[in-house]
């Protein structure tokens, strides 16, 4: 999956010459590219609460480097940065997961430089290993789209996503974007019904321009259209990503997600997510009951931003003095989800199967 075509190519990496971790500030795109630097702990864990940085992998990519910049900023017990850095947004478990892993490599490292170092070189190694994830995610996801184009005869093959799984939320290929790429670079005629995915509008700002920097045909729809095309046959797959999976495969995802399932399941539309082992929670069984829901500032709901003659603008859409409410995840049931697509292979969506692909966690 070639990603040169795109100026920006990844959405974090760190600058040897500062020392400074650098985002891509994805509140702007597609207006504006700009690059943010992280300086300390608590840029990172703005970056993760304000959306700078989003998505589950790359939060745990961000992450994993607050704490390389904790031990580099070396003014408060990391273990305080630490329980700081996983309480930036409680849903996406990539987080908890990453600060971990991190942690546990620091693990028996006295020296503070080398400390420093280790931390560093592990944030590093979770940027690496989530790619490489989202790249064979890709290969595991293609034969699910080779199989509907045999089947159509070589026409064009109708997808629909929701929210934004791409590099851009992932570090490399994306999760539900890397089959969609495969199958691009493979010569299989695609095209991509891209939700707008309100409030922040992620599907529409963030997956349309990152399709249409790869020159994969898309569509911007309204989140409610999705039904309507799948009543009418203008869809032959729908693949999402997730920010937690319980063990039993109840699915945490960008809010209209368990709508997306419910109209696909009416009209015979399998329905696939894809992610990486970090995103399953091995410790959940029901997703309803037990994953946290994050409810963020009700202005995300109550403006929009846009661009009007090259300026970014905020407008408010209602009365100035209506209450909202800005729930930012649904949670999807296993029995609406046709698969699992990993890093590992294509599984059904239950305890079993998941166990079966992966170990007893």
Same mark, same amino acid.
């Given at each position: 999956?070639?990603?040169?075509?795109?100026?920006?190519?990844?959405?974090?990496?760190?600058?040897?010459?500062?020392?400074?971790?650098?985002?891509?500030?994805?509140?702007?795109?597609?207006?504006?590219? #700009? +690059? @943010?630097?992280?300086?300390?702990?608590?840029?990172?864990?703005?970056?993760? /609460? $304000?959306?700078?940085? *989003?998505? !589950?992998?790359?939060?745990?990519?961000?992450?994993?480097?607050?704490?390389?910049?904790?031990?580099?900023?070396?003014?408060?017990?990391?273990?305080?940065?630490?329980?700081?850095?996983?309480?930036?947004?409680?849903?996406?478990?990539?987080?908890?997961?990453?600060?971990? #892993? +991190? @942690?546990?490599?620091?693990?028996?490292?006295?020296?503070?430089?080398?400390? /420093? $170092?280790?931390?560093? *070189?592990? !944030?590093?190694?979770?940027?690496?290993?989530?790619?490489?994830?989202?790249?064979?995610?890709?290969?595991?996801?293609?034969?699910?789209?080779?199989?509907?184009?045999?089947?159509?005869?070589?026409?064009?093959?109708?997808?629909?996503?929701?929210?934004?799984?791409?590099?851009?939320?992932?570090?490399?290929?994306?999760?539900?974007?890397?089959?969609?790429?495969?199958?691009?670079?493979?010569?299989?005629?695609?095209?991509?019904?891209?939700?707008?995915?309100?409030?922040?509008?992620?599907?529409?700002?963030?997956?349309?321009?990152?399709?249409?920097?790869?020159?994969?045909?898309?569509?911007?729809?309204?989140?409610?259209?999705?039904?309507?095309?799948?009543?009418?046959?203008?869809?032959?797959?729908?693949?999402?990503?997730?920010?937690?999976?319980?063990?039993?495969?109840?699915?945490?995802?960008?809010?209209?997600?368990?709508?997306?399932?419910?109209?696909?399941?009416?009209?015979?539309?399998?329905?696939?997510?894809?992610?990486?082992?970090?995103?399953?929670?091995?410790?959940?069984?029901?997703?309803?009951?037990?994953?946290?829901?994050?409810?963020?500032?009700?202005?995300?709901?109550?403006?929009?931003?846009?661009?009007?003659?090259?300026?970014?603008?905020?407008?408010?859409?209602?009365?100035?003095?209506?209450?909202?409410?800005?729930?930012?995840?649904?949670?999807?049931?296993?029995?609406?989800?046709?698969?699992?697509?990993?890093?590992?292979?294509?599984?059904?969506?239950?305890?079993?199967?998941?166990?079966?692909?992966?170990?007893?966690?």
């Amino acid at each position: 999956m070639d990603l040169r075509k795109t100026p920006l190519t990844r959405p974090i990496w760190l600058d040897e010459r500062s020392g400074h971790v650098q985002v891509i500030d994805q509140r702007v795109l597609p207006h504006r590219e #700009r +690059v @943010l630097d992280l300086k300390n702990t608590d840029d990172a864990i703005a970056a993760i /609460r $304000d959306m700078v940085v *989003r998505g !589950a992998p790359l939060i745990g990519i961000t992450a994993a480097y607050g704490v390389y910049l904790a031990l580099r900023d070396g003014t408060a017990p990391l273990a305080d940065e630490a329980r700081r850095i996983k309480a930036a947004r409680p849903t996406a478990v990539n987080l908890a997961w990453a600060v971990d #892993r +991190v @942690l546990g490599r620091l693990e028996g490292v006295r020296d503070p430089g080398e400390r /420093r $170092d280790a931390a560093r *070189r592990e !944030a590093g190694e979770i940027f690496r290993l989530e790619a490489d994830r989202c790249r064979r995610i890709g290969m595991h996801g293609l034969p699910l789209i080779e199989k509907i184009s045999a089947a159509r005869g070589g026409r064009r093959v109708n997808l629909l996503t929701h929210c934004n799984a791409g590099w851009l939320a992932c570090g490399r290929y994306g999760t539900a974007t890397a089959p969609i790429y495969a199958a691009a670079e493979s010569g299989i005629d695609i095209h991509v019904w891209v939700d707008e995915t309100r409030p922040l509008n992620q599907g529409a700002r963030l997956t349309a321009w990152e399709l249409g920097q790869q020159g994969v045909a898309h569509t911007i729809i309204t989140d409610n259209a999705g039904g309507h095309l799948m009543q009418h046959g203008m869809v032959d797959l729908v693949i999402v990503g997730t920010d937690r999976t319980t063990r039993c495969g109840d699915v945490a995802n960008k809010i209209g997600t368990y709508l997306k399932a419910l109209a696909a399941r009416d009209n015979g539309v399998p329905f696939y997510v894809a992610l990486p082992s970090s995103t399953f929670d091995w410790d959940l069984r029901d997703g309803v009951a037990q994953i946290p829901i994050e409810e963020r500032d009700p202005d995300e709901v109550r403006f929009v931003q846009g661009s009007e003659e090259g300026r970014l603008t905020r407008v408010l859409v209602g009365p100035g003095d209506s209450p909202a409410a800005n729930y930012a995840f649904d949670v999807t049931p296993a029995r609406l989800v046709t698969g699992f697509i990993t890093e590992k292979g294509v599984c059904a969506a239950n305890e079993a199967a998941i166990r079966a692909l992966f170990g007893d966690r």
